[in-house]
């Protein structure tokens, strides 16, 4: 109690108000090297912390310590590579000067490799303390990666005991902070690892990569699972292992930039006059409009249009396609009168052809970003929703709600117009916007469906839905014509129940049929 | 791969070392051959990289290429640090030439071996940061690659 007291005393005699306090330590973040991960990290790697790249064989963890490694090295502050007894350092040059961060002339000049294998077998672990600590201490490291550490410490739970392996960990951490590095430590870990391993607990940050085969695909993800002094985005991130290395997609990509859309928008043309009209004047820009019908009512025909008229006035778009090659989609825009090919040698269009069946939507959006910041894109095109969904790994399409919803985030906050099809399975009793509950996420709806009239199988177009202002609400009929699209008729008055496809007609004029009966 | 003999452009630079390790001169030597010479010099970096059972291996096929393509002393083994020993004994019973053919051989294929398993440039590389002046010969493609 009477020390109770005297603090008591003390605290009370502290002024209530601190006037000025010291600045706090400011701590330097490093390039990761690798696209993506910084905004994982928050903006970097923490400078002088000592971090676990761990996961299965495969993930990439080698080739991650590497991009950290070649992104940070320098002949003044090198980086120091210890290998033990895992790949052989030969192989691993082999494959790492694969990639296009692997730059050869820094090698032996700002990247050394040392192997400790011998060290290990003679000495255990004191043998390594002194080998790395030889090292550190000639060369002053910026960056000292040691692969694989789960070699040592299983050699060590073999040998030595659990305090040798404590009293190690607590050297080499001490030895590499007091030296002022970023340190890696690369290691095949199981999660039910992280418990009883005193390196997690003394690691400032984990970096945990694991591949999830889903069906017959792979999925990388990449998860910071600790990240002392900063916060970095929690959850499961998609990477892929490309010719340049490591790619992280963040899951909050897209989400966190700020929203470009201008308070006093523009109306764009849809390229149909008529339409339009039914738009209250056009698209708002920076909307997501949503076009829904069956198969052959000329979604992508539309969408083609929508692009086209854009190009017209001098605005550049993107065409993410997943249903039909660019070379395709091309070719029928000719026949409808639409030259593509020329803008996309200009440079005011791209077709980003996406169809690799393993994607992420993550991936997919970086792409379509890369594509819209290239280009200074204003409209886009996503045709179409089922392809897209198609497209992606197994894994994702559970998500694929959820990841749409990012991603027209992310895109209209980029201020980009988006115009998506999507299929739909008509039905002769109701009227569905998409098998996907995602007319929420678009600002704007257009329906096309079939309905008999007359004895033909003849098409409508409604709009559904716009965010931004009062639309028409006819039912209107349209053709394809030799120049896409054409709204052709006034609002239906003659028929009721058009919604369903099969109306029932309730005007007494017997109206001309849009095309001619077949005989 | 199914190697057949040393590439001529690698038994070239192999000379070229050797001749570098030659005129080092005899004290400095300390009466090695100069392809023992060459070998340790190659060693200490070697090892480094890959510890000394990988360059030791790594000699040790070497060794077998070149007994493949040259007549080879069965004294020169290779010890268990990559190093190789025997040769104190050679040079009174054979013919220097012959010795000196065969340390080309070996050098040349131990180059030949770096090329193939991390490229001619990272193999040029760890050659360099031991002989950092060695003149090359003119018109070898990998002397023109020196950087």
């Not at chain 1, 980009?416 to 039905?427: C, G, L, N, R």
């Not at chain 2, 070149?66 to 010890?79: C, L, N, Q, Y």
Request: contains cysteine.
């Amino acid at each position: 109690m009477k020390t109770l007291n005297k603090i008591n005393v003390a605290k009370s005699a502290l002024p209530r108000k601190v006037v000025s306090r010291p600045a706090k330590i400011a701590i330097r973040q490093l390039p990761t090297g690798v696209r993506g991960l910084d905004e994982i990290m928050g903006g970097g790697l923490p400078e002088f912390s000592f971090n676990i790249i761990a996961g299965a064989p495969g993930c990439g963890k080698t080739t991650l310590a590497h991009q950290i490694m070649f992104a940070n090295a320098t002949p003044r502050k090198p980086a120091l590579f210890f290998t033990v007894l895992g790949e052989p350092a030969l192989k691993m040059l082999r494959h790492q000067q694969q990639y296009s961060f692997f730059d050869p002339t820094q090698l032996n000049r700002s990247i050394r490799f040392i192997n400790l294998s011998s060290a290990l077998l003679k000495n255990g672990l004191r043998g390594v303390v002194e080998e790395i600590t030889r090292e550190v201490e000639a060369s002053s490291p910026a960056i000292v990666v040691v692969d694989s550490y789960r070699n040592v410490t299983r050699k060590t739970i073999a040998e030595e005991n659990e305090l040798d392996l404590q009293a190690f960990v607590q050297r080499l951490v001490l030895l590499l902070t007091s030296w002022q590095a970023t340190t890696f430590m690369v290691g095949e870990y199981a999660e039910a690892e992280m418990r009883d391993n005193p390196v997690f607990t003394v690691a400032d940050g984990i970096f945990w990569l694991s591949q999830n085969v889903e069906r017959n695909s792979v999925v990388r993800k990449l998860q910071i699972i600790k990240s002392r002094g900063q916060g970095s985005v929690p959850g499961l991130h998609t990477i892929r292992i490309t010719a340049d290395g490591l790619q992280a997609y963040s899951r909050t990509l897209g989400l966190l930039q700020e929203k470009v859309r201008p308070a006093k928008r523009r109306r764009l043309s849809s390229g149909i006059p008529e339409l339009d009209k039914m738009l209250g004047g056009g698209i708002l820009e920076g909307d997501s409009l949503l076009v829904a019908g069956p198969s052959g009512t000329g979604k992508s025909a539309l969408a083609t249009q929508f692009l086209a008229e854009g190009l017209r006035h001098g605005e550049a778009g993107v065409a993410a396609i997943f249903e039909e090659r660019p070379e395709g989609y091309t070719a029928r825009a000719g026949t409808l009168g639409m030259d593509l090919r020329t803008p996309q040698k200009n440079k005011m269009l791209e077709m980003l052809y996406l169809r690799p069946l393993d994607l992420s939507v993550d991936e997919t959006m970086q792409e379509i970003l890369d594509a819209v910041k290239r280009l200074k894109a204003k409209r886009l095109v996503i045709d179409s929703l089922v392809g897209f969904e198609m497209a992606l790994a197994p894994g994702f399409r559970e998500d694929f709600q959820e990841s749409l919803y990012r991603m027209i985030a992310a895109l209209t906050g980029a201020g980009v117009t988006i115009f998506t099809t999507v299929e739909t399975a008509d039905t002769f009793n109701e009227m569905s916007f998409s098998h996907y509950t995602i007319s929420f996420l678009t600002d704007d709806i257009l329906r096309l469906r079939y309905v008999e009239i007359e004895g033909q199988l003849r098409k409508v177009i409604t709009v559904v839905k716009m965010r931004g202002g009062n639309h028409s609400k006819d039912i209107r009929e349209y053709i394809i014509g030799d120049k896409g699209v054409a709204i052709i008729g006034p609002r239906q008055e003659q028929y009721a129940r058009l919604t369903t496809g099969l109306p029932d007609r309730i005007g007494q004029i017997k109206e001309l049929a849009p095309e001619p009966k077949a005989k | 791969m199914n190697r057949q003999g040393a590439t001529p452009a690698m038994r070239l630079f192999a000379e070229c070392l050797m001749a570098y390790e030659t005129k080092a001169g005899p004290v400095l030597a300390g009466n090695k051959p100069p392809a023992v010479l060459v070998c340790d010099k190659l060693r200490l970096p070697l090892a480094t990289l890959m510890g000394n059972a990988g360059y030791r291996a790594l000699l040790a096929r070497a060794l077998t290429l070149a007994k493949a393509e040259t007549p080879w002393p069965s004294e020169v083994v290779i010890k268990p640090d990559g190093s190789l020993g025997g040769w104190e004994t050679l040079e009174a019973q054979d013919d220097p030439q012959e010795m000196a053919e065969a340390g080309v051989v070996l050098i040349a294929q131990l180059l030949d071996l770096l090329t193939s398993f991390i490229g001619e440039d990272l193999m040029l590389r760890q050659v360099y940061e031991v002989w950092p002046t060695v003149q090359l010969p003119q018109g070898d493609s990998i002397a023109q690659r020196k950087k």
